[in-house]
């Protein structure tokens, strides 16, 4: 087997690599079964992120974010590595968007998943804030 690119996983990571990586080269994608044995499948709750002024919930915002994700974390987190993540989410929504997602706006603050079109990958899960 030859390729350029050999992607291990087909969680949300693996298969948005995988797309861009196709663009450069011949990709191979592993994974352990089928592509709905992911966290990413399995992750009914959804992506938390603060998104982009208009579609975002009032008193929803960067800080809060943070300061529930290092709560939960028990002091677990690295804060400059939540902040960094926190900050950029609304830039990885657009970014999985390009890449496919087909988000349901029936709702402006909650985006939820359809497909991951260009692979044939079906998802029912909620991206939310």
């Known amino acids: 087997m030859n390729c350029d690119f050999l992607v291990i996983g087909s969680g949300i990571a693996g298969l948005s690599f995988a797309i861009r990586a196709a ?5 191979t994608l592993i994974t352990k079964g089928s592509s709905t044995q992911s966290n990413t499948w399995r992750a009914q709750g959804g992506i938390a992120s ?3 002024e208009g579609l975002r919930e009032e008193g929803d915002n960067i800080e809060s974010h943070v300061a529930d994700t290092l709560d939960a974390g ?5 804060e400059l590595a939540v902040r960094t993540i926190v900050e950029e989410g609304a830039e990885t929504i657009d970014d999985l968007i390009s890449c496919g997602v087909d988000f349901d706006k029936e709702n402006p603050c909650i985006l939820k998943s359809r497909k991951l079109r260009s692979l044939g990958w079906v998802n029912k899960q909620t991206w939310t804030r």
């Not at 663009?23 to 990709?27: M, S, T």
């Not at 028990?74 to 690295?78: E, P, Q, T």
Request: net charge negative; aromatic share 0%.
């Open 23 to 27: 663009e450069h080269g011949q990709v």
């Open 50 to 52: 603060v998104l982009i």
């Open 74 to 78: 028990a002091g677990l987190c690295d």
